[in-house]
């Protein structure tokens, strides 16, 4: 259980690096980095809130808020397309 959280920590590391070696190249880094996790935030409310018309949603937890944060709306539009595709 320990190599699992240990994994789980390291690419969340590694996430956040990117996201910031990323945001650090635009022009207003902060200003960008928020505009992405509220899109991302705003995305994982629409997948949730569409739930009764796709059939399909996604859990609100710790690691899907993270994502969503993180990453943005591709994060989210990723953990979709695997929730999609577990289910069949």
Do not use: D, H, W
């Not at 994982?44 to 059939?55: F, I, K, Q, R, S």
């Amino acid at each position: 259980m320990i190599l699992v959280q240990t994994i789980g920590v390291f690419a969340a590391l590694m996430s956040v690096i990117g996201v910031v070696l990323a945001a650090s190249k635009a022009k207003r880094p902060l200003l960008r980095a928020l505009g992405s996790a509220v899109c991302g935030a705003a995305s994982l409310g629409a997948v949730n809130l569409l739930e009764g018309y796709t059939g399909v949603s996604i859990a609100l937890n710790y690691a899907t808020a993270f994502v969503a944060v993180v990453l943005g709306a591709p994060g989210v539009v990723t953990m979709l397309l695997l929730r999609v595709l577990l289910l069949f």
